[in-house]
């Protein structure tokens, strides 16, 4: 075995001096995790997860907001290596994924080598010594590898709005909810109408005075039809493993086939866009409101989004749709590009992360320096997703061109993490001390990524969605193909397209 360091579990963290470990990950998500229980089970080589926050759980510690749910059914949206017979629900309600990854990283044993509370401020890629130096707030640390799966959802975006600072009330985005707030008799402004908004609208209309909803664009909604599991269904799903593995896979399935309609496939697109307007004709019979609550864009290229009462929400009679943005605060009155406004005591911005430019970026130098936000200049991109040129002994996960528009994020993350296993696995037994992809494996990866993202809804669906570089308009965030085939072409390590150099004896500590 090549590796020179030792694992940590035992040892109380001390910040000073520097801590080391084969393999530095930053975040404790579904990527995070994913990759350190696989690395726990693995034994092979040391590694640490530094985690800003106090917790595991990533999205869904952070997301507490009212309504909060996954979209995806559970039995998929889980680890493969790790079933809950238990889920509640169809889809579950985000606490319950929450406790989820907090078992899993328990039981798995991953916890003692978690630095909660502690934020990477710079990761440098050090040429001597051929490792990563990751500084944080509590010191320090250094890698062979490095893992940034921070997230691309972890950064809220709250706009600038002219006139902000004069706001008398509360404003706070959706994922830094204040429980302690009460909101009952409130007149409440919401901004944004994705997924989030989706969610909330319904529950913040059960306890608000007023509310109004800042619309830019509307949302394509679909019946969520969430059910409870029946005790005995929970039952076969712990007793018989059959059970809940053929539910998984026909959930799989399920999402696979309504890719079609992101490919904009006729007749996928005429099925889901039936379903669609005739849900929205039956839950709101006014024909003026319908109008303003229909997309302008074909479906998909947004989120497709699922509710069973964010249509009637706006059939009550303190709640206004307020189809412009919000342009400017004046005092405790909220004005749309419109003209329009309204008094309020609260603003809750449901506005979305920093997805497509991750602030992440902005901390990570590669060789002779080289920030990784540079590299991405037009836009973020890797080998396979996970590697990058100019950044050896890297693997991103949950990155560019890793989310699915239709299925499970942690389907994807495990491809991902299997990759990585498999990168390590090969670079200990060939003794390799870098690893680095070539700049030509990546551009031709990405050229091949390009090409199949032409033609489908994100890029001509006639939106502007989360999902493009906000600088080329370049669609960075999405696979737009199959998920099956994101297994297939991901989960695997691939030497050919890197340039690895034998271990060097390390003088220079
Ligand atoms: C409200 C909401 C609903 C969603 N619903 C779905 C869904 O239905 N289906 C689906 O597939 N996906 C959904 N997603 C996407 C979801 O983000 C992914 O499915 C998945 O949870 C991402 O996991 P991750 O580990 O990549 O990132 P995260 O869960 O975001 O974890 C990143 C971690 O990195 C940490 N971190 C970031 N920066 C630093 C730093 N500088 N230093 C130290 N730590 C840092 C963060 O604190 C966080 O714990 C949803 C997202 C949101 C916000």
Known sequence: MSTTFTRHADRPFTADPVEEADVIIVGSGFAGLGLAMQLERDQNQSYL??????????????????GVYCDVPSHLYSYSFRPNPDWSMVRSPGHEIYEYLQTAAREEGVLPQVRFGT???????????????????KGTFRGRFFVPAMGLLSDSKVPEIPGMETFGGELFHSAAWDHDLPLTGKRVAIIGTGATAIQLVPELAEVAAELVVFQRSAAHVLPRRNRAYTPAERRMFARV??????????????????????????????????????FREAEVPDQALRAALTPDYEIGCKRLLYSDDYYATFGRDHVSLETSALARIEGNTVIGASGNAYEVDVIVMATGFA?????????????????????????????????????????????????????????????????????????????????????????????????RGQGTVWTEGGCNSWYLDPGSGKLTLIWP???????????????????????RPRTDR
């Not at 193909?481 to 271990?503: N, Q």
């Open 49 to 66: 997860v530094l985690e800003r926050a106090d917790d595991v759980g990533g999205t869904w510690r952070d997301n507490t907001y009212p």
């Open 241 to 278: 493993p059959e059970s809940r593995q053929g539910l998984r896979s026909a959930m799989f399935w399920f999402t696979e086939s309504t890719f079609g309609e992101r490919r904009r496939l006729p007749q996928s697109v005429a099925q889901v866009k039936a379903a669609v307007d005739s």
């Open 119 to 137: 934020t990477v401020l710079d990761a440098a890629w050090d040429e001597v010594s051929a490792t990563w130096l990751v500084t944080t707030n």
């Open 355 to 451: 997805a497509a430019r991750p602030p992440f970026a902005n901390i990570i130098r590669g060789r002779e320096g080289v920030l990784l936000a540079d590299h991405w200049a037009t836009g973020m991109e890797a080998y396979q997703t996970i590697t990058v040129s100019s950044f050896p002994n890297m693997f991103l996960l949950s990155a560019p061109s890793a989310a699915t528009g239709h299925t499970s994020a942690v389907y994807t993350i495990e491809a991902q993490v299997q990759n990585v296993m498999e990168a390590l696995d090969w670079v200990r037994a060939n003794d390799c001390a870098v690893l680095e992809v070539r700049a030509d494996a990546e551009a031709e990866f990405v050229d091949g990524v390009d090409r």
């Open 481 to 503: 193909d199959l998920a099956y085939r994101f297994a297939d072409e991901i989960s695997h390590f691939t030497p050919a397209a890197y340039v690895a150099t034998p271990h």
